[in-house]
């Protein structure tokens, strides 16, 4: 038996909880899935599993393999790269995730430039709005916006990252444009599900507001309230990476423009120090480099 070959069928039925998906995902067949996990089963001697006609669950024992397993694998993809870095190239995948609003309107285009130095490198990017448990995931590199990122994490500031309120022409010149931050209670506001919904935090110099809004539409991701901002759907706390374009273009006006929203940062993330391949730390280096300057200013 391809004891890491088992390690990896196991690791992502465990990720998965679905055997069917990990044969498409490995492009295995069904039968070679269940094999694998039986005979690391059988090599163990405990079971790993509990199947049910529904889910799939970890045993305290497959808890603990899952744990070593995935330690296996990176050291694997590690001693890889490593053997083949006396020629400069990058090989292997690396695995990075970010919010779908900092991926789409800057990670997608970062990551291709960056292939480009290294087309023998392969990396998957999890544009995903949850918080991924990055050794569970096996995640190399997180990209998260935040005021006070995890302290588990080891974190390089990439940018600043500045919000600010935005509504369309059309919007402000039917429903008239906010002069002083209480004005916000009386207009429609696209707000997130999962951060400050219904109040609203402003500053201009030592004053301070925070505004009670009223959220007519809220979703979990930037992008979509964009799009119901450009769509004059109401105002929008958006931030500049993805506003800027639309603001030059005219497409939308600042919103309380004296008022400033509190500001948090762009940071990479990192399980550990010690462990970093040397794809990650070149990508972490190229990030810094490409974020030195703040692109979308």
């Known amino acids: 038996m391809d004891r890491l ?61 899952l744990r070593r397993s995935q330690q ?46 290294y087309p023998q490198l392969k990396i998957d990017l999890n544009a995903s709005e949850g918080a991924l448990n990055l050794v569970e995931a096996r995640i190399d590199l997180a990209i998260r916006i935040s005021a006070e990122p995890d302290p588990t994490l080891i974190g390089r500031v990439l940018a600043p990252c500045t919000s600010v309120l935005v509504a369309s022409p ?32 402003l500053q201009r110099g030592d004053a301070h507001a925070e505004v009670s809004v009223g959220s007519h539409f809220s979703a979990n991701e930037a992008t979509a309230l964009l799009q119901a901002a450009l769509a004059g759907g109401g105002v929008a706390l958006q931030p500049t990476y993805l506003a800027n374009p639309h603001l030059r273009d005219g497409r939308l006006n600042v919103v309380l423009p004296d008022w400033k929203l509190p500001d948090m940062a762009i940071y990479a993330l990192y399980p550990s120090r010690k462990l970093l391949s040397p794809a990650v730390r070149t990508f972490l280096d190229f990030l810094v480099e490409r974020f030195a300057k703040v692109p979308w200013n």
Request: overall charge neutral; proline content about 1%; hydrophobic content about 45%.
């Open 5 to 65: 070959t088992a390690m990896q069928v196991f690791v992502e039925v465990a990720q998965s909880g679905s055997f069917s998906a990990t044969a498409d995902k490995l492009d295995m067949s069904r039968a070679m899935v269940t094999r694998y996990v039986g005979e690391l089963e059988q090599w163990l001697g405990a079971r790993l599993l509990q199947r049910t006609t529904r889910s799939v669950t970890l045993t305290d024992a497959g808890e603990n393999c």
């Open 72 to 117: 296996m694998l990176a050291l694997m993809e590690n001693v890889e790269e490593e053997t083949h870095s006396h020629d400069g190239a990058l090989r292997g995948q690396l695995r990075i995730t970010c919010s779908m609003s900092f991926a789409y309107a800057q990670m997608a285009a970062a990551v291709a430039v960056f292939l480009k130095q």
């Open 170 to 201: 059309d919007y402000l010149r039917a429903q008239g444009t906010p002069q002083l931050p209480v004005d916000l209670a009386a207009h429609r506001c696209l707000s997130y599900a999962n951060f400050g919904k219904s109040v609203w935090k």
